[in-house]
């Protein structure tokens, strides 16, 4: 039979083809049969991807930001994974498999909300699991969309301590209602950043988003 993948304007991302995303979904997700939307229109600056289970639909919803994607390659942010991409094709496929674990996540601890959908940054292992997830398959996923840098060495970075940086911080945050200052020092210190002055603009733009830390 094969999943139901339908897309929501798939000309607005243009980095991979229709085509693509589907073998990526056919290759990484590896429950049954079922159904997916791919969102590509999303316009966000920092969220490159996201992934939502519909329970009444039995439907999984990827959504795809060219726009942020662009912004994080070649910015030298990473990219699904724990560094930066490559290409910028091969960053939206990162991004891609990224939110696939997120799916395969769904269907192996749907009812362990702790694990996937609690609201406390720290109590959600789904991200770096997510993140390690991409890691361990850039060679299959070179061979489906850059087979030219399969000859190439890709070592993972940290990100670079910039504004942009900044900014990739902030948006592993966004959507929830309060971190910790923990979270924040955690995550700056996994991507190099651990500083007070860029805890201190992680701080603030969070605050300024109406998240509250405590």
Same mark, same amino acid.
């Given at each position: 039979m094969g999943h139901t993948i339908t897309f929501h304007n798939p000309g607005a991302f243009q980095?991979?083809? *229709? $085509?693509?995303?589907?073998?990526l979904i056919n290759f990484f997700y590896r429950w049954?049969?079922?159904?997916?939307? &791919?969102?590509?229109?999303?316009? /966000?600056?920092t969220r490159r991807g996201a992934h939502l289970y519909m329970h009444p639909e039995r439907m999984h919803q990827i959504t795809l930001s060219a726009h942020a994607m662009s912004?994080?390659?070649? /910015?030298?942010?990473?990219?699904?994974?724990?560094?930066?991409?490559?290409?910028?094709r091969m960053g939206a496929a990162? &991004?891609?498999?990224h939110e696939l674990q997120h799916a395969n996540q769904a269907g192996q601890h749907l009812a362990n909300e702790r694990f996937y959908t609690h609201r406390d940054y720290n109590t959600r292992p789904c991200e770096r699991e997510a993140r390690s997830f991409v890691d361990s398959h850039m060679r299959e996923l070179m061979t489906m969309v850059a087979p030219e840098l399969l000859q190439v060495h890709i070592p993972v970075t940290?990100?670079?301590? $910039?504004? $942009?940086?900044?900014g990739e911080v902030?948006?592993?945050?966004?959507?929830?209602?309060?971190? *910790?200052? *923990?979270?924040?020092?955690?995550?700056?210190?996994? /991507?190099?950043?651990? *500083? &007070?002055?860029?805890?201190?603009? &992680?701080? $603030?733009?969070?605050?300024?988003?109406?998240?509250?830390?405590?």
């Open positions: 980095i991979l083809s *229709t $085509d693509e995303i589907t073998d049954k049969d079922t159904k997916f939307r &791919v969102v590509c229109d999303d316009n /966000s600056r912004i994080g390659f070649h /910015s030298g942010l990473r990219m699904g994974g724990n560094g930066p991409a490559p290409s910028l990162m &991004v891609v498999a940290a990100m670079c301590a $910039d504004q $942009d940086g900044i902030v948006g592993l945050f966004e959507g929830l209602s309060e971190v *910790t200052v *923990t979270d924040i020092r955690t995550e700056l210190r996994l /991507s190099g950043m651990n *500083t &007070v002055k860029n805890f201190e603009m &992680v701080r $603030d733009q969070l605050v300024g988003l109406g998240i509250r830390i405590r």
